[in-house]
């Protein structure tokens, strides 16, 4: 069985940092690239930052130079390191995994992330 478990989300100033975390199973880590995307309400779904099996990334314009995304491969974890959180960061974050050998794609549950004062 197949998941990706996103933790890290919460209530955060502008200003500030948060850091979330996914963890993969039940499928071959090294195999996937994967990605941070994000909702907010009322707007479409959003790719924010991308890293592939070796690690090459790359972000939105929105975030580049706030977020940075780090893969483990030995830990099938994927993180997103965001920092000067803005109000307009605030969203519900999805962990995806697309497998580049193939058709199979995955999406986590999602985390709440909130930039608030």
């Known amino acids: 069985q197949v998941q990706l478990v996103e933790s890290g989300g919460g209530l955060v100033q502008p200003g500030g940092s948060l850091r979330l975390s996914c963890a993969a199973s039940?499928?071959?880590?090294?195999?996937?690239?994967m990605a941070w995307y994000r909702q907010a309400p009322g707007k479409q779904r959003e790719l924010v930052a991308h890293?592939?099996?070796?690690?090459?990334?790359n972000y939105a314009d929105s975030v580049k130079g706030r977020f940075t995304i780090s893969r483990d491969n030995a830990k099938n974890t994927v993180a997103l390191q965001m920092s000067s959180l803005r109000s307009e960061d605030t969203a519900v974050y999805y962990c995806?995994?697309?497998?580049?050998?193939?058709?199979?794609?995955?999406w986590g549950q999602g985390t709440q992330v909130t930039v608030s004062s």
């Open positions: 039940g499928i071959p880590f090294t195999f996937y690239a």
């Open positions: 995806y995994a697309n497998n580049v050998a193939g058709p199979s794609r995955y």
């Open positions: 890293i592939t099996s070796s690690g090459s990334t």
